[in-house]
């Protein structure tokens, strides 16, 4: 069975940093995309970052150039370093991995986290 673990949430101010952390179990994964998505009350839930089996890194116009998104491929981990945090990037973020190697995200896979929240105050 699947599982990911999301760590790393918490509450900063504006222009502070946070590292987000998720841990795989239950396959390997070391072939798939692995993503970060944020929700917030009210709203679908939009997609962050992704690091693609090739490496390459994808990220949403909003966060390109503040965070970074990076893996472990041998301890199926993925990381999602946020640095100048807006109050607009609060929500709850929620680790994605593809549900197929070599499978590009976007769109998600179908393997979600529970979720991680993230505050940033004014």
């Known amino acids: 069975q699947v599982q990911l673990v999301e760590s790393g949430g918490g509450s900063v101010q504006t222009g502070g940093s946070l590292r987000l952390s998720c841990i795989a179990s239950?396959?390997?994964?070391?072939?798939?995309?692995m993503a970060w998505f944020r929700q917030t009350p009210g709203e679908a839930r939009e997609f962050v970052a992704a690091i693609r089996w090739s490496e390459i890194e994808f990220y949403d116009g909003s966060v390109k150039g503040r965070f970074v998104i990076s893996r472990d491929r041998a301890k199926n981990m993925v990381f999602l370093q946020m640095n100048d945090l807006k109050p607009e990037d609060s929500g709850v973020y929620y680790c994605?991995?593809?549900?197929?190697?070599?499978?590009?995200?976007?769109?998600?896979?179908?393997?979600w986290g529970q979720g991680t929240q993230v505050t940033v105050g004014s």
């Open positions: 239950g396959g390997n994964f070391e072939d798939h995309a």
């Open positions: 994605n991995v593809a549900t197929d190697m070599y499978r590009d995200i976007p769109p998600a896979g179908k393997f």
